[in-house]
Nanobody, 124 residues
Framework: QVQLVESGGGSVQAGGSLKLTCAAS????????TAWFRQAPGKEREFVAG????????VYADSVKGRFIISRDNARNTVYLQMDSLKPEDTAVYSC?????????????????WGQGTQVTVSS
């Protein structure tokens, strides 16, 4: 079983940067593919970025390509999301998710473990 705790959210102006961190418990974290999802008020949760269990493969939503980078450090049981050139439309609660798989999925129902989320607010 995996427990996930996100941190690093906050309020920034458009064009700014934030780095989110997802800290995982459990000794087998390297066997889980992980991803970041986000949910804005009144909208459905959407996939943002995913990373394979080894960290060698990543996938991004078109809306964040070239601006966000997902990475992981299996020795520290941690996944990161570096967010640059933030836009007001990036405002949402960002959640980390883990699935017992090699590669990351882009659909939320395939993830078994979720963190509580961290708020990101981007003002214009």
């Amino acid at each position: 079983q995996v427990q996930l705790v996100e941190s690093g959210g906050g309020s920034v102006q458009a064009g700014g940067s934030l780095k989110l961190t997802c800290a995982a418990s459990g000794r087998s974290f390297s066997t889980y593919a992980t991803a970041w999802f986000r949910q804005a008020p009144g909208k459905e949760r959407e996939f943002v970025a995913g990373i394979s269990r080894s960290g060698g493969s990543t996938v991004y939503a078109d809306s964040v390509k070239g601006r966000f980078i997902i990475s992981r450090d299996n020795a520290r049981n941690t996944v990161y999301l570096q967010m640059d050139s933030l836009k007001p439309e990036d405002t949402a609660v960002y959640s980390c998710a883990a699935a017992f798989a090699i590669f990351a999925y882009t659909t939320d129902h395939q993830y078994s473990y979720w963190g509580q989320g961290t708020q990101v607010t981007v003002s214009s």
